[in-house]
């Protein structure tokens, strides 16, 4: 599709129709979390507990922390599949500066501006350089993992204050709601102010819907890109610090495998794969449906390998079923639009002068 045909009235009208069923699915999504919740409340044993309720919170909790920064990477038209090797990085990087001595009052902002400064070699090399960004953090997804285990090795570094760990796997005065939640809701409704109610979040669906159009409305592509990625490193270096405090263990392989749940939780919350599309709410309920599916799977004494297979279903599902709809409805609309131009009746001729 030539730029002037993608900026025509009839292609606007038709990325406005493809833009309903996105709404619908997010709405769905919300719906069918709901009602999970409630029937594996009801028929499976525990997953209704104050106790479980925690876990799941704990489990919840990286991959909330990914999707934020990756959900608006996504609707740019970008991905970033480093985000857990940029974990496993940040976790060995605190492991080696707990080993030397330095206090977890400096290495925790020290691990987040690290997990910056990776996120902005992604950027560079994506906006700078105009590398393809599937290209390039599949890249670095190999190069951080493989720095992890220059720093670490094989070892694990597991001496971590108590007042720490604790505090990560506590709750708030002693009841059922984790610690780590009020923080984790906080850093949802930032990214979702910023995605749904400000200057920056136009930009993105914008840049996501039409990145020539985005250009000529003034919106600089290249410099809003690399601040998502380093964006997207920050919370990667607070979920590395998270990872590491939660299991008392800095590790070169924490959170292998993480980035495929992450962007199954993201697109199975209606964010379009090609940009331009989707909520945080329904992201929000992506990631509460697929980490809750995994726990009462869990209670059901299912294998891990039948967890996998299971998120690369629900991954292909929340790719395949919201685009079809899609689809089906741009070929209804223009089926009605070439019966209704059909139906005109035809315009007089204008007699030949003499």
Same mark, same amino acid.
């Given at each position: &599709?030539?730029?002037?045909?993608?900026?025509?009235?009839?292609?606007?009208?038709?990325?406005? @129709? #493809?833009?309903?069923?996105?709404? %619908?699915?997010?709405?769905?999504?919300?719906?069918?979390?709901?009602?999970?919740?409630?029937?594996?409340?009801?028929?499976?044993?525990?997953? =209704?507990?104050?106790?479980?309720?925690?876990?799941?919170?704990?489990?919840?909790?990286?991959?909330?922390?990914?999707?934020?920064?990756?959900?608006?990477?996504?609707?740019?038209?970008?991905?970033?599949?480093?985000?857990?090797? &940029?974990?496993?990085?940040?976790?060995?990087? &605190? +492991?080696? &500066?707990?080993?030397?001595?330095?206090?977890? $009052?400096?290495?925790?902002?020290?691990?987040?501006?690290?997990?910056?400064?990776?996120?902005?070699?992604?950027?560079?090399?994506?906006? /700078?350089?105009?590398?393809?960004?599937?290209?390039?953090?599949?890249?670095?997804?190999?190069?951080?993992?493989?720095?992890?285990?220059?720093?670490?090795?094989?070892?694990?570094?597991?001496?971590?204050?108590?007042?720490?760990?604790?505090?990560?796997?506590?709750?708030?005065?002693? %009841? %059922?709601?984790?610690?780590?939640?009020?923080?984790? @809701?906080?850093? *949802?409704?930032?990214?979702?102010?910023?995605?749904?109610?400000?200057?920056? +979040?136009?930009?993105?669906?914008?840049?996501?819907?039409?990145?020539?159009? #985005?250009?000529?409305?003034?919106?600089?592509?290249?410099?809003?890109?690399?601040?998502?990625?380093?964006?997207?490193?920050?919370?990667?270096?607070?979920?590395?610090?998270?990872?590491?405090?939660?299991?008392?263990?800095?590790?070169?392989?924490? #959170?292998?495998?993480?980035?495929?749940?992450?962007?199954?939780?993201?697109?199975? =919350?209606?964010?379009?794969?090609?940009?331009?599309?989707?909520?945080?709410?329904?992201?929000?309920?992506?990631?509460? @449906?697929?980490?809750?599916?995994?726990? #009462?799977?869990?209670?059901?004494?299912?294998?891990?390998?039948?967890? *996998?297979?299971?998120?690369?279903?629900?991954?292909?599902?929340?790719?395949?079923?919201?685009?079809?709809?899609?689809?089906?409805? @741009?070929?209804?609309?223009?089926?009605?639009?070439?019966?209704?131009?059909?139906? $005109?009746? /035809? =315009?007089? $001729?204008?007699?030949?002068?003499?």
């Amino acid at each position: &599709m030539s730029v002037d045909q993608k900026n025509s009235p009839d292609v606007g009208r038709e990325e406005r @129709l #493809a833009f309903r069923p996105t709404l %619908g699915w997010d709405t769905a999504i919300i719906v069918v979390t709901v009602l999970f919740l409630v029937v594996a409340s009801v028929g499976t044993e525990h997953f =209704g507990t104050a106790r479980n309720f925690g876990f799941l919170v704990l489990d919840l909790a990286p991959i909330l922390l990914l999707a934020l920064p990756t959900t608006l990477i996504i609707i740019t038209g970008q991905i970033d599949l480093s985000i857990a090797s &940029m974990v496993g990085l940040t976790s060995a990087a &605190m +492991g080696v &500066m707990w080993n030397g001595g330095l206090p977890l $009052e400096t290495i925790i902002p020290l691990v987040v501006v690290v997990g910056a400064v990776l996120g902005a070699v992604n950027g560079l090399f994506i906006t /700078a350089l105009g590398l393809p960004a599937l290209a390039v953090t599949i890249g670095t997804l190999a190069l951080y993992r493989g720095l992890a285990f220059v720093l670490l090795g094989d070892t694990a570094v597991a001496d971590f204050p108590r007042s720490f760990t604790g505090w990560v796997i506590g709750t708030v005065g002693g %009841g %059922g709601v984790p610690n780590v939640l009020v923080p984790l @809701l906080i850093l *949802t409704v930032i990214f979702g102010v910023v995605l749904h109610a400000t200057p920056v +979040g136009r930009s993105v669906f914008a840049i996501g819907a039409n990145e020539t159009a #985005a250009r000529y409305a003034g919106i600089r592509v290249g410099r809003t890109r690399f601040w998502l990625y380093v964006t997207s490193g920050a919370v990667a270096g607070l979920a590395g610090v998270y990872w590491t405090l939660r299991y008392s263990s800095a590790r070169a392989d924490n #959170a292998v495998g993480l980035e495929l749940t992450v962007v199954a939780a993201v697109l199975l =919350g209606g964010v379009s794969i090609f940009g331009g599309r989707g909520t945080l709410p329904g992201v929000l309920a992506g990631v509460v @449906l697929l980490g809750s599916v995994q726990n #009462a799977l869990r209670l059901q004494r299912v294998s891990t390998e039948a967890l *996998t297979v299971v998120t690369g279903l629900l991954l292909i599902v929340s790719v395949l079923i919201p685009n079809v709809t899609a689809a089906v409805r @741009l070929r209804a609309a223009r089926r009605r639009r070439a019966r209704a131009v059909a139906a $005109e009746p /035809a =315009g007089e $001729e204008v007699p030949a002068g003499p």
